[in-house]
């Protein structure tokens, strides 16, 4: 196992392929170790009201405001069980955080 791990969070937008309504929903990157894979918040934001350097929205309305403060809980979140994988000595991927993060924890089963 590394004893080093590369590991980010980012969000991002994904468009339908109609782009009829120029909403986008918005999916929490994960990467370690250079693989990704994104988990969907399941919320939606206009384009127009998203700002992609600092993969966040803006804007002061309040829904923009709860949209925010929910990818800061899902960001605190993965980082949490990224965290605890690593005390627990656990394997370190993509796959093992994501499962962490969605309550699936594939490496008890996995032992």
Known sequence: MKSKNTFGIQFVLRLPK???DEMAVVYARITVNGRRAEIS???KVSINNWDEAKGRAKG???EIIKLNSHMEQVRSLIFDGYQELIQRNKSVSVDAVKAKYLGEDIEE???
Request: glycine letters at 0%; aromatic letters at 0%; proline letters at 0%.
């Open 18 to 20: 109609n782009k009829k």
């Open 60 to 62: 002061k309305r309040e």
């Open 41 to 43: 918040l399941k919320s």
């Open 109 to 111: 089963t996995m032992a």
